[in-house]
């Protein structure tokens, strides 16, 4: 047993609401659910939950939704193919101009390949987590990198070989050492051997950098002096002074469409998010801060194509069932990128990324965050599916995956309608309390893991979903306090298991606790418990919690406690 000490304490007041849930669904009925262990934090974890002696629905589950062609919607076209200024070939012609014309008086020919522009096959979705493992520095795109692409709209968010079968994964494309140690297990090309002087220390910078222009210059078929050196009348002269190099920067933001809450209508950051500048094979990462502002570390001489990949270090946005990472594709451009997602399926991603983020790194007043990615982990897969959930989920909302890697999925429409409207422009902070609940399944389950003394195959599904509205509900109160309002004064639920037990628990006077100081009863107003304490007086069993949460205290405020769970045992059947 646990010890929890309650702060303050007062009779359970609730007050009528509709009721919206994050795993609502239409007709979603449990069962018998196996799967076999997975190795996590280098131990067996047991991956049972009995669902057929519990009744109620939830959104728990170790069933994957099976693939779908919609999952490959939006792809963008690629466009001409454009010569590789870092090719072996296009350098030792780059070299030449550079002796021919005594441009460098220093030093030997240093062309040589010490990189590789490299195409993986996987043939199976699982090979592309085991790529993901077996290096965890490798950037990998599901795009070919020596194409541009045709006109990009905001709907674009992937590329997809329209000639390859719907289960077999796209190609990826990246670039590794000279003497990378490829995978046995994956099949490989090569595309072409490269010399990227930027990543060759031996020779100096100066030289590097020229060696950069007259590459560019000849894969742009122009003079390769030009911009480079003068000409006079006896051919080329001195070096000029050309535009300086530059390092690309700008901010990301959203338009947030919440009626009534504060920031509605408004163009709210997105922090956290992986921002791409790239020019060819030479491509720089930046990540946006608190005002949805980056700068990418490598510095660039001309044009580059901006992107937004909806990952960040601890999770990827994946498009439905496939293993296809969500993008943003921007424009090629000099300058600043300065976006603002408005109502597009962007704005899908937007919104689940945004509560991500804050599932990971905003105030979360102290409980057990979600498995972080680390070695022995894996990131977070959340796989937003821009369709209807089907099957044995139809209606869901969303649902949390205990399998490998751990999986949240959200579904951008119910049975009949969109969840956020059809441009995506409406009810943003209802999905936001989707994605939050189900981050809420995930902060649970690695709870799970830390503490021993708990076994995720003996939890209650009502002490698993009523955790989960619970965080759910408190991680509204920063971005969205009408939408929290709305919760904390909820009396029923639409089902037995999503029960809003945590948030009594919280506010025992409904919104208004511990709010008024002038009222005699203030101090009756503060809340029995405090979001952390009720997480460590965590149980299997909907008992067990109680009686974790009850032990040590006096007559009078144990009956309260025991009050409010008994009343949301029955509430909602």
């Given amino acids: 047993m646990k010890t929890v000490r309650v702060n303050f304490f007062k009779v359970i ?15 979603l009925k449990t069962e018998s659910v196996v799967t076999k262990g997975t190795e996590v934090n280098g131990e067996r974890a047991e991956q049972t939950l009995d669902y057929q002696k519990e009744e109620g629905f939830s959104c728990l589950t170790v069933e994957q939704e099976p693939l779908n062609p919609s999952d490959f919607e939006n792809s963008i076209h690629l466009g001409e193919k454009i010569k590789i200024p870092q090719s072996i070939e296009i350098m030792k012609s780059a070299w030449d101009v550079v002796a021919r014309n005594g441009l460098f008086s220093e030093g030997n020919n240093p062309i040589k390949v010490n990189r590789l522009y490299v195409r993986f096959l996987p043939t199976e979705n699982h090979q592309v987590m085991e790529l993901a493992r077996y290096d965890e520095n490798l950037d990998l795109f599901d795009f070919p990198l020596h194409y541009e692409f045709e006109p990009t709209k905001a709907r674009n968010d992937c590329y997809r070989d329209r000639e390859l079968p719907l289960n077999t994964p796209s190609p990826l494309y990246t670039v590794v050492d000279a003497d990378y140690a490829f995978p046995s297990f994956m099949p490989y090309e090569i595309i072409e051997n490269l010399y ?6 031996s020779i100096e910078k100066e030289l590097a950098n020229l060696l950069e222009e007259v590459a560019e210059n000849i894969a742009l078929d ?73 700068r990418v570390k490598k510095e660039f001489k001309n044009k580059v194509n901006y992107s937004l990949r909806w990952s960040n270090h601890e999770w990827y946005i994946i498009k439905g069932s496939s293993v296809t990472r969500a993008w943003h594709f921007g424009p090629k451009r000099e300058g600043i990128w300065d976006e603002v997602i408005d109502g597009t ?6 919104i689940l990324h945004r509560a991500a983020y804050d599932s990971f790194y905003a105030e979360n007043y102290g409980v057990t965050r979600p498995m972080r ?25 969303g649902y949390f ?16 309608d969109w969840r956020i409207g059809e441009d995506y422009d409406r009810d943003h902070n209802n999905l936001f309390k989707t994605v939050v609940h189900e981050f809420g399944h995930a902060s649970h389950r690695n709870l799970f893991y830390i503490d021993k003394n708990l076994k995720w195959n003996k939890i209650e599904l009502i002490v698993a979903e009523s955790w989960a509205e619970g965080v759910g509900v408190e991680m509204l109160k920063n971005p969205y306090p009408k939408l929290h309002r709305s919760f904390v004064n909820r009396k029923t639920c639409w089902d037995s298991n999503y029960t809003y037990v945590v948030k009594d628990l919280l506010y025992p006077n409904g919104i208004e606790s511990g709010l008024n100081p002038s009222n005699p009863s203030y101090q009756l107003n503060f809340p029995l418990y405090h979001l952390k304490e009720i997480e460590d ?19 009078f405020p144990a009956s309260l406690v025991r009050g409010t769970f008994d009343y949301w045992e029955t509430a909602c059947d």
Avoid at 13 to 27: G, H, K, Q, S
Avoid at 196 to 201: F, G, L, R
Avoid at 381 to 394: E, L
Avoid at 401 to 415: M, Q
Wanted: charged share 30%.
């Fill in 13 to 27: 007041l609730l007050v009528v609401a509709f009721v919206v849930v994050a795993c609502e669904v239409d007709e």
């Fill in 196 to 201: 990227m002087p930027d990543e060759d220390a």
């Fill in 222 to 294: 122009i003079d390769p002096l030009q911009g480079v050196f003068s000409k006079n009348d006896r051919g080329w002269g001195d070096k000029i002074t050309s535009k300086e190099k530059w390092r690309p920067e700008g901010r990301i933001r959203m338009i947030d469409y919440s009626e009534g809450e504060p920031t509605d209508g408004q163009a709210v950051p997105v922090k956290g998010v992986q921002v791409l500048a790239r020019s060819g094979l030479k491509w720089s990462w930046g990540i946006t801060d608190e005002y949805g502002e980056f």
């Fill in 345 to 350: 399926i962007q704005s899908f991603y937007g």
């Fill in 373 to 397: 990615n680390k070695p022995g982990n894996d990131r977070i897969w959340i796989r937003a599916f821009n369709r209807a959930s089907k099957g044995k989920r139809k209606g869901a909302a």
């Fill in 401 to 416: 995956y205990d399998g490998v890697p751990h999986t949240i999925g959200i579904y951008a429409k119910d049975s009949e």
């Fill in 537 to 555: 007086g965590m149980g299997h069993t909907w008992e067990e919690w109680q009686d974790n949460l009850t032990q040590g205290l006096n007559k």
